[in-house]
């Protein structure tokens, strides 16, 4: 599996777009606008590839200085509970740490918080609903792991 950041526009961004809708917006009735698309060009975008198939994906926004928040991870619905996950979200927190930031941030689904929460994440808030569903403020300090 290469994981590995993707270029705004990109044919691996289309499968990013692709990916997102399928997994994380369609089953709610949901679909991208162009201007949500659009502010993509500024985050960082995170692909995990076997091949040429994107089988994961998340991208990361500044908050501040020293934190970035997570969004729109998504893994292909066949592979999740297989490690993928876990393997993009260390990348993506490398990715962070490599850039100076020292904190992660995102709302999780509930139904996602338990595989959050043994990443290292702690939920910081109580529920509230985001795109129609229930969700949590979660967050972790980034520290640097010697290799």
């Known amino acids: ?15 990013m ?3 997102r809708n399928e997994v994380l917006r369609k089953p709610l009735g949901l679909y991208f606008t162009k ?6 060009k500024d ?19 500044q908050v501040d ?9 998504a893994v292909l619905r066949n592979l999740q509970g297989k490690g993928v996950g876990r393997a993009i979200m260390n990348f993506a927190e ?10 992660m941030v995102m709302h999780a689904r509930k139904s996602a918080v338990g595989f959050y929460e043994k990443l290292g994440y702690e939920v910081t808030s109580n529920e ?14 980034l520290i ?4």
């Open 1 to 15: 599996m290469a994981l590995k950041l993707i270029d705004y526009g990109s044919r691996e961004y289309q499968q």
């Open 17 to 19: 777009v692709h990916l």
């Open 35 to 40: 201007e949500e698309l659009e502010s993509e």
């Open 43 to 61: 985050h960082i975008l995170i692909g995990a590839f076997e091949d040429d198939e994107l089988l994961a994906c998340c991208i990361l926004i």
């Open 65 to 73: 200085k020293e934190t970035v928040r997570l969004r729109q991870m």
């Open 94 to 103: 490398k990715v962070a740490l490599d850039r100076g930031y020292t904190r």
């Open 128 to 141: 509230f609903v985001e795109v129609t569903i229930p969700h949590f403020e979660m967050e972790k300090p």
């Open 144 to 147: 640097s792991v010697p290799e």
